[in-house]
């Protein structure tokens, strides 16, 4: 629907440089990144606020590189909101429409529907000033999809949210993109974020695209090192392949030996990563398990995360594994127990030096 075709351009100091991206129908498109990395300019790229000094944009195969923003069909939230504060929420819902010519009327009436999907229709009269930051976020986002457009792009949207709310907001963007089938693309810093929402994603640092593909393989099987850190592998290790028989490689990881799923060769550089809840720990003798990677080790601590647990055990380097809290407990894991650590050979994804 969006396509970037070797898209530079460049803000003051900051320059976007040689992007190439395509951004499907129906997608729900995440772009990812540090801060400063140029997610926001990629997203007011696709809003027609930023022109390329180079490459081109095209939406349903035709080129808008210069299509001014009122005449792409695309509506921009950000993460402050940018509410009209003198205007009542009835106002700014249908302000849209009302600058495409709706008569006051008309346009109240059009938008009646979308304060009760929102939830704030009992907010009609209220100005922004007085509403919490989740009725501003429902606001802002009835606002954008008053104009029925074919893309919506969300800048930060949860980042103001406190957790409950944030929950509640994603359900509403859930429901939003499967009802409707728009086309969402969402700037966010949140891996969580990404692995509830996603569909596609692209990871943007220091202004280039360094991986784009289904949210799934992005998350679980990154391209680089650099963007397995950023999408939150928890265990990253750099090794070297001693051998490989039929796609089973033995890799070296300081003296420690994993087997992984690869055609890496013999004597290639490479890196293992380990998602934490693919490293299973076990107390006593129980051997019940087919994972070709299985060591006696050490927990060196436990770290509480609401529900969940996050244990680190020595294992010559440090693994990090997570489990219930109720798991924890019945293991009986405290920092000194001895456990059995298990990863299956085909659960660890691994990166080539080339890559």
């Known amino acids: 629907m969006i396509e970037f075709d070797r898209v530079s351009l460049a803000l003051g100091s900051f320059r976007l440089n040689d992007v190439s991206l395509r951004i499907g129908k129906g997608d729900y498109y995440f772009i990812v990144g540090p801060s400063g990395a ?14 390329p000094e180079s490459g081109r944009v095209l939406l349903r195969g035709e080129e808008i590189t210069a299509l001014p ?30 600058v495409q010519g709706m008569r006051k009327k ?5 938008v009646a529907p979308l304060l009760e999907r929102f939830g704030i229709a009992h907010l009609a009269n209220r100005y922004p000033g007085t509403l919490s930051g989740g009725e501003q976020q429902r606001v802002a986002l009835a606002r954008a999809v008053a104009v029925k457009p074919d893309i919506l792009l969300l800048d930060e949207p949860l980042s103001a949210l406190d957790p409950v709310t944030q929950e509640k907001f994603i359900a509403d963007l859930k429901r939003l993109h499967r009802e ?29 695209l360094v991986d784009e593909g289904e949210a799934g393989v992005v ?22 392949v001693t051998a490989n028989e039929d796609g089973l490689a033995t890799v070296d990881v300081g003296g420690l030996v994993f087997e992984a799923v690869t055609d890496a060769a013999a004597g290639e550089e490479v890196t293992l990563c380990i998602r934490a809840d693919d490293v299973v720990l076990a107390v006593g ?30 294992a010559g380097v440090m693994l990090t594994a997570v489990l219930t809290r109720r798991s924890v407990q019945e293991l009986g894991l405290v920092p000194g127990a001895s456990v059995t650590l298990s990863v299956k050979a085909t659960a660890i994804h691994v990166i080539h030096s080339s890559s």
Do not use: C
């Open 180 to 208: 409707d089938g728009l086309t969402v693309v969402q700037v966010s810093h949140s891996r969580r974020e990404a692995h509830l929402l996603a569909t596609w994603m692209a990871v943007i640092i220091d202004g280039a």
């Open 219 to 240: 998350l679980n099987a990154p391209r680089s090192r650099e963007v397995a850190s950023f999408v939150g592998v928890e265990n990253i290790l750099d090794g070297t």
């Open 285 to 314: 003798n129980d051997r019940r398990t087919s994972a070709r990677n299985r060591m006696s080790r050490t927990v060196v601590s436990v770290a509480e995360n609401g529900p969940v647990a996050e244990v680190r055990v020595d």
């Open 69 to 98: 923003p009122e005449m792409r069909k695309v509506a921009l939230v950000y993460q402050d909101y940018s509410l009209f504060p003198n205007m009542r929420v009835i106002e700014n819902v249908s302000y849209g429409l009302r």
């Open 106 to 110: 008309e346009a109240r009436a059009e």
């Open 38 to 51: 140029g997610k926001t300019v990629l997203l007011e790229a696709i809003a027609g606020l930023h022109r």
